[in-house]
């Protein structure tokens, strides 16, 4: 079953498998360390349609409430 | 003269290799996107001397903002290149690595936070790094300085290894199979203050946290303000009065008392209304301003420092998209507070030109700096609290309708934040004293050589009569629309050359609280000092300069009339 990051509930551990969007988003997410095959935890997400915090490798990173949307993921 | 430049992603520390190399003093802080501009420096090595580059920090050579195409242009200039990796974040920083050893230019490694990747159970083979990247890789710790000997040694052996173009995805595979063979983690249970550091984060627990943090900033900054004023420098100024009366009598009445000394009044010198170079000129930056302007950077270091700055940008980020810009526009505005010159360089750290604008007009219209504020403290204080509170609640309000209306009718788009939080960090004390310190020094150069040109700008203006003048010019807006007295003119236009300054004429004019609150806003508001508008004009061009001058002068028209309709 195949998710979107922003469906993910807080402490909820998933894996990435896709990134959509064009080729910009990508590359920009990738330099981040979001990138296909890691795993993700959600550490936190803001209300009013605000950013979330996920940690990737023990490393912390907010992104957009948009840009979550577009990162695919499987839960674990 | 070779030029050396130090590239890396953000946040891995370059400021700090640049200090150690060069012994230059440049602003580090623990939050990506502290360095928006290059900075030059000289190393001597070997017997000659080398220019050393400081870039912003930028994850790949494709920018993404002002700062990251600074970044990418420097190092069209790099004899040799110097790229700082973040050994706690190995595979992320690997990627601007393949980057730029594919740019073919000469090239060493500083594998830096050695000593935090030790901490956090990672083990590196950097020698079998090297021999798989092909270019010499240094473990340093740039904030005790250790490596930085090995570093520098090492660029004798710096090459250049051209490989062919490959592609983005070639990359990763790459960078996967590189972490694979030479990085292991050991990977710990989440301790205590792990778990303190994700509650910061969580809405839920982060915005009281963060309300704590501020209120008790705002303390702090009161507390070692008031402090230093108390102490040491009425003290001191006490003790320097008699010297003063003494030249003041030396000179006799005539032009250079009236100019260095200024008016006196009951046969006294009054430090804040005297108006004379070695007075008030004197004392408003130095009696006055000085005491803040230590407690709110060395307040500000501690928190840049810690590593809350990100967690503060997440925290208010649906706040600041409200307005058009996202979390990160608090680092302006925070800035913007000690200084509005480096705050409208912050601005860079934005994606588009819609979202600099409304940044660098919003700090512009809204955001006094310290040494404004200290001067509002001064004047309004005795007052009371409420007074003070007025005029802090008006540009709050102002700062947000502003940002709505900004971000409904300016073209173009606000990109969603997209921000790394790095882990806490216990601040040194002795790199937040010597941060505190290369912001007062900076305070005074530019404080006081302005403060002296406004004096003698005020005294010769008045001799002449043009201020009378253009006072009446304007008296139908000043006192007409605003209900001041027809003098505050002269104090308002003043404060295009120095803020501070213009406050403390305003208190000479014998006017109400209210008066008072009306003018310190209208003068925050209406148009940024001469230094901060240098540096809008260079960052928004001349165009969105103007149309931002517009947007000011238009606010303050209809702030300070409505001011001065609601509390008259």
């Known amino acids: ?76 | 003269m070779k030029q050396i430049v130090l590239m890396g992603n953000p946040n891995v520390g370059k400021s700090v290799v640049f200090s150690r190399l060069t012994g230059a003093d440049v602003i580090s802080s623990n939050y990506p996107g502290s360095t928006v501009d290059y900075t030059r420096g000289r190393m001597c090595r070997g017997g000659t001397v080398e220019e050393i580059i400081d870039a912003p920090g930028t994850y790949s050579l494709t920018p993404t903002n002002k700062a990251e195409e600074v970044a990418a242009k420097m190092l069209e200039e790099a004899d040799l290149i110097v790229n700082v990796i973040d050994a706690t974040n190995l595979e992320r920083n690997l990627f601007l690595t393949l980057e730029l050893i594919e740019s073919g230019k000469p090239m060493v490694i500083a594998l830096n936070m050695w000593d935090d990747a030790m901490k956090r159970g990672i083990t590196i083979d950097y020698e079998q790094l090297q021999k798989t990247l092909g270019v010499q890789v240094v473990p340093t710790t740039a904030l005790s300085g250790e490596g930085i000997h090995c570093l520098v040694e090492s660029f004798e052996h710096a090459r250049a290894d051209r490989r062919s173009p490959t592609t983005e995805e070639d990359k990763w595979v790459t960078i996967g199979a590189i972490t694979k063979e030479i990085q292991q983690i050991i990977r710990r249970h989440p301790t205590l203050a792990d778990r303190i550091a994700s509650a910061s984060i969580r809405p839920m627990t982060g915005v009281p946290v963060a309300i704590g943090v501020l209120f008790l900033a705002f303390w702090v900054v009161r507390l070692i303000g008031e402090s230093l004023i108390a102490y040491v420098f009425e003290p001191l100024f006490e003790l320097y009065r008699p010297l003063a009366m003494a030249i003041s009598d030396w000179l006799g009445p005539g032009f250079l008392q009236e100019l260095l000394i200024g008016q006196l009044f009951d046969g006294q010198i009054d430090y804040v209304q005297s108006m004379g170079l070695l007075t008030t000129g004197l004392f408003v930056p130095i009696g006055m301003v000085l005491p803040y302007i230590v407690a709110f950077y060395l307040t500000l270091a501690i928190l840049e420092d810690s590593g809350y700055m990100p967690r503060l940008a997440t925290l208010t980020d649906t706040f600041f998209h409200r307005l058009g810009m996202h979390g990160h526009g608090i680092i302006p505005l925070f800035l913007g507070l000690g200084c509005n010159v480096p705050g409208a360089l912050a601005v860079r750290c934005m994606e588009t030109r819609k979202q600099r604008f409304i940044s660098a007009t919003l700090l512009a219209i809204a955001v006094p700096c310290m040494a404004q504020i200290a001067m509002i403290f001064a004047i309004l204080g005795p007052y009371g609290m409420k007074y003070i509170l007025l005029v802090v609640g008006t540009l709050i309000i102002v700062y947000i309708v502003a940002g709505l209306l900004l971000n409904r009718f300016v073209k173009g788009e606000s990109p969603e934040i997209c921000l790394e939080i790095p882990p806490y960090r216990m601040p040194h004390a002795r790199t937040v004293l010597k941060k505190t310190w290369m912001r007062v020094r900076g305070f005074l150069g530019e404080a006081i050589p302005y403060l002296f040109l406004g004096i003698l700008i005020v005294n010769i203006l008045y001799l002449v009569g043009f201020l009378q003048w253009l006072g009446m010019l304007l008296a139908p807006i000043t006192t007409g629309l605003f209900g001041l007295p027809q003098d505050a003119t002269t104090a308002l236009l003043m404060g295009f050359l120095r803020k501070d300054l213009a406050v403390g004429m305003l208190l000479p004019l014998g006017m109400t609280a209210i008066q008072l609150v009306i003018a310190v806003t209208v003068l925050t508001i209406y148009f940024p000092c001469v230094a901060t508008f240098a540096v809008l004009i260079r960052e928004l061009g001349l165009r969105d300069m103007a149309k931002s001058a517009a947007l000011m002068i238009a606010t303050a028209l209809i702030v300070g009339t409505s001011l001065n309709l609601i509390l008259n």
Not at chain 1, 15 to 30: D, N
Request: glycine share 10%; hydrophobic share 40%; no cysteine.
């Open chain 1, 1 to 76: 079953m195949t998710h979107s990051l922003a469906e993910m509930h807080q402490n909820q551990v998933a894996r990435i498998t896709g990134l959509a969007r064009g080729r910009e988003f990508q590359s920009k997410m990738r330099s981040l360390g979001i990138r296909e095959g890691k795993n993700v935890r959600l550490l936190s997400r803001h209300p009013f349609q605000g950013p979330l915090v996920i940690e990737i490798d023990g490393r912390a990173t907010t992104i957009g409430r948009g840009m979550a949307h577009n990162i695919i993921v499987e839960y674990l």
